[in-house]
C-alpha cells in the first residue's frame, strides 16, 4: 500500500500545496516559504507520526501534542453529535471490510460506482505494477473474494466462504470489518499482517 499512498495521497498533497504556495513543479520554492500541514494521528498509532520529506512542509500532529487517542477523539466527537463519524480511509482501498462496501454502496451510489471502476482499472496493473516493475503475474481485485467488486460477496461473511478460504472466524471478522487502523494521508491503513497471505507472501 507504500505506492497507493504515495501515489494517491502524498503526491497529490505536494501538487496542491505547490499550487497553494504558488510554485507549481518544477519551480523552485525559496527558503522559509513552508505550509504547516496538521496530521490526524491518535496516541494509538503515534509510531506513524512522519516528518515530512519536503521543506516547504512541516507536519504537525495535534492529537499527540494534546495525547488523544481514538477513545478521546469518539468522545469528543459524540459530545457534538457526531458519534456516526467514520474512519478516514481511501475509497478504493484493498483494506476495507465487507462493512465499509456495503456502506459506500448503500449510501453514496456515485462513490461505489468510482470504487467499481477503479476496481475494473486495476485489473491488469501496469507495468511498474511491482518493485521491479514488471506486469502483474495475474489479476488484481480490491475484494478478498478475487472477483470484480460488483460481484463480490459483500452482504456477509458466510459459513460456506470461512471453509472455502480456510479461514477462522477472527478472520472473518477482519473481511467483515475491515483492517482495524485508521487512514491519514501519511500513512495507509494497510496492516498486511491482519490478513494471512498465499503461497507467494502476498496478501490474499
Known sequence: MQRSTGEYKV??????????????????????????????????ESHRAKDADVK?????????????????CVRYLTSLGLADTPKSSCLGCPFHGNAQC?????????????????????????????ATGNRLLGEAFLHRSRVPLSEAP??????????ALRISVEEADVLEKGVEDGCSPWAC?????????????LAT
Open 11 to 44: 503526491k497529490p498533497i505536494k501538487q496542491k500545496v505547490r499550487e497553494l504556495l504558488g510554485y507549481p513543479y518544477p519551480a523552485r520554492i525559496p527558503k522559509g516559504v513552508f505550509v504547516e500541514q496538521w496530521v490526524g494521528i491518535s496516541t494509538d
Open 56 to 72: 516547504y512542509m512541516r507536519n504537525r500532529h495535534p492529537l499527540l501534542d494534546m495525547s488523544w487517542s481514538r477513545a478521546d
Open 102 to 130: 456495503r456502506n459506500i454502496r448503500d449510501t453514496s451510489p456515485s462513490e461505489w460506482a468510482d470504487v467499481v471502476e477503479f476496481d475494473a482499472a486495476i485489473r491488469q496493473g501496469n507495468a511498474r505494477a511491482n
Open 154 to 163: 459483500i452482504d456477509h461473511v458466510t459459513a460456506a466462504e470461512r471453509a
Open 189 to 201: 491503513r494497510g496492516d498486511a499482517d491482519a490478513l494471512t497471505r498465499d503461497d507467494f507472501g
